[in-house]
């Protein structure tokens, strides 16, 4: 089994609807982490979590929320969704600070209509 | 300012070509670490290579190479013999420890889309 999961794999969606994006992990790390990536954009952070109690915004945070229910369990919500929020999202785990390699989940592709 | 650069946006070679993709990073701080990772078409980001920042030592996995220059800021990686299972996007990244007070986040450049032709 995948060591960081993410549902669902791909999602169409209307604008003005809200959408919640989930990641789990079984690699037992206390960070986490939303990206998104756009063509020719590398990825862009969204939030990110070190632990349970510490969720920080990263880059481009507008219009996104999060949740980490659980040291396992870091989830992503659009609100309400707009077309430019069409993109390939991925969720990443690491053991702890900047030495620590990201381990990322397969991808969330969603698009907005 | 923490930045990546990967100057290539687009390469294509024919397999058994050597291919370099460059990656240029920018940073303040003397404790940094530099990553490789490979998105093949099927989307997924695979982790290649970690390098921190007081090991300039080259490394070679096999085919894969990297040269790694602090003078220059410099990460650059290498394809030996390339095979058209190597085509697939090439990010470069970069955290440090000190970086805006959120330690150990990934910058990432836009990345190098590698093809290999037949």
């Known amino acids: 089994d995948a060591d960081v999961t993410q549902t669902p794999r791909n999602r169409i969606t209307k604008t003005g609807k809200r959408i919640m994006l989930e990641c789990s992990q079984t690699?037992?790390?206390?960070?986490m982490y939303w990206y998104r990536q756009d063509p020719g954009l590398g990825l862009r952070l969204i939030y990110y979590?070190?632990?349970?109690?510490?969720?920080n915004k990263g880059e481009i945070s507008d219009g996104y929320s999060v949740s980490r229910q659980a040291q396992a369990k870091f989830s992503l919500s659009l609100e309400s969704a707009i077309p430019n929020q069409t993109a390939l999202y991925f969720c990443?785990?690491?053991?702890?600070?900047?030495?620590?390699?990201?381990?990322f989940g397969p991808g969330t592709r969603l698009t907005v209509l | 300012a923490q930045k990546v650069t990967q100057a290539q946006t687009e390469i294509s070679v024919v397999e058994k070509e050597d291919v370099t993709l460059d990656c240029v990073y920018e940073t303040r701080d003397t404790t940094y670490y530099l990553f490789w990772y490979k998105q093949p078409p099927s989307g997924e980001l695979v982790f290649l290579i970690r390098?921190?920042?007081?090991?300039?030592q080259n490394e070679i996995s096999g085919r894969y190479s990297w040269n790694f220059q602090k003078s220059t800021s410099s990460f650059n990686f290498t394809i030996t013999a390339s095979q058209v299972v190597d085509s697939a996007v090439y990010f470069c990244a970069l955290s440090s420890r000190n970086y805006g007070g959120s330690q150990g986040n990934l910058i990432f450049g836009k990345g190098t889309k590698l093809s290999v032709k037949p």
């Open positions: 979590s070190f632990d349970v109690k510490d969720i």
């Open positions: 690699k037992g790390h206390d960070r």
């Open positions: 990443a785990t690491s053991l702890a600070g900047a030495a620590d390699t990201q381990y």
């Open positions: 390098r921190n920042s007081f090991d300039e």
